[in-house]
């Protein structure tokens, strides 16, 4: 599976929209870019995937650049709640994710 | 049906004691997955069935660890003679396909 890089942390004002990058610059043709994230204490969740196109659910925003090298997740409108580790996660292998260190966003008002 | 469940949420066990987690996945999920995290990392991959049937284990399932799935409904993860290495966060989650997993809030294992 590719490696990703993320930044360790990020703060966004509440209310604003939260642009987490990640890059995935040895992603293959066939990897789909997976974003997870973990409030404290509780299990990672489930936020967003895609393959080329970008994406948008009721969370949030999936932008992959052309190349597929990067990706940005974005909330668009950040709340104290989405304070988060988010990962992103790149991998052909659906049943066997495999995170990294991942991003704390924290929301502050 | 809340989603995934896990019991216990926490377990504090003496080094060399045998521990044994539980999850129940969501009823119509046919893949149960475990997975480990430590402070500070993010989840580790331990083992996967795909309804009874483990599919994959990772290396680091040691022989010390155990996890079935009887039935292809609930799991459980055994640990023999614990050690304080086995201190982390014990995560299961649940999918019906492999996009979308739900995870359970994990039980909290700290070996003294």
């Known amino acids: 599976d590719a490696k990703t890089t993320q930044p360790p942390s990020m703060d966004c004002a509440e209310g604003r929209a939260a642009n987490l990058p990640c890059n995935h610059s040895?992603?293959?043709?066939?990897?789909?870019v997976y974003w997870y994230r973990q409030i404290h204490s509780q299990g990672p969740q489930y936020i967003i995937h895609?393959?080329?196109n970008n994406e948008t659910n009721e969370m949030a925003s999936l932008i992959i650049t052309e190349d597929r090298k990067s990706s940005t997740l974005i909330l668009p409108h950040a709340t104290l709640r989405d304070t988060a580790v988010y990962y992103c996660?790149?991998?052909?292998?659906?049943?066997?994710?495999?995170f990294g260190a991942g991003t704390i966003l924290r929301v502050k008002s | 049906d809340t989603g995934v469940s896990q019991n216990p949420r926490h377990k504090i066990t003496k080094r060399g004691q045998n521990v044994t987690f539980r999850c129940d996945p969501i009823?119509?999920?046919?893949?149960l997955y475990w997975y480990r995290q430590t402070l500070g990392q993010g989840p580790e991959f331990l083992t996967y069935f795909q309804n009874e049937a483990q599919l994959e284990k990772s290396r680091l399932l040691s022989d010390r660890f155990s996890a079935e799935r009887p039935k292809g409904s609930f799991s459980t993860l055994e640990i023999q003679r614990t050690e304080q290495g086995d201190s982390a966060m014990y995560l299961c989650a649940s999918s019906f396909s492999a996009y979308g997993y739900t995870f359970g809030s994990g039980t909290r294992l700290t070996v003294v």
């Open positions: 009823s119509e999920h046919n893949r």
């Open positions: 895609g393959l080329k």
């Open positions: 996660i790149v991998g052909i292998r659906l049943d066997k994710l495999v």
């Open positions: 040895t992603i293959s043709g066939n990897e789909y």
